[in-house]
């Protein structure tokens, strides 16, 4: 499909991280998407994808390109956001173990551990059972993973890996600690495309 998915463009924080395999999945469900890296190309999406990378390092240039203020009021007004690993980060309200002056955008109502499942195992895969999206166990890529440490009322837990939370969900906002865009995966982007489509919740 060409065009403009519901007349909606959607737009992938272009700063650092795995950018181009979150505009594959995106394009690949006939979405019509664009990289931001200004604030005028964040002016004209109708949801953002944060991609997995480092999450300080999207923090910092976030505020080097005069984005993190937009970004902020974005979410504030209720933009469709999907992060993937340092994006959960970056949507979480409290960063645990994060760098004396890293700050995330906020936005869901979360505590995340920036690199919860420790230096022993930074990389692993999972088969992960995520009943909102059907019977069919999601493929999970964990690389530097964070996990979900608190959650807020009125977030949703999506799945958990080894007893720990690792997606989740609050009204158009939705993070998760792993990597669906290098697996594969589309029913997460789905998801974000139906609510940046569809009426929200
Ligand atoms: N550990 C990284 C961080 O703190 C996240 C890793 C990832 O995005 N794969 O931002």
Redesign the pocket.
Known sequence: MIGRRGGSRVGVLALQ?DVREHVAVLASLGADVSLVRTPAQLADVDGLVLP?????V?DKLARLFDLREPIVARIRDGMPVYG????M?MLADRILDGLPTQLPFGGLDIDVR??AFGSQVDSFEAELDVPVLGSAPVHATF????AVERVGEGVEVLARAGGRVVAVEQGVLLATAF?PEVDGEVRFHRRFLDRVAGPRP
């Open positions: 991280g997995g990378g480092e999450s300080s999207i993937t690993c340092a994006g980060i920036r690199n690389i530097r993973a964070p990597h």
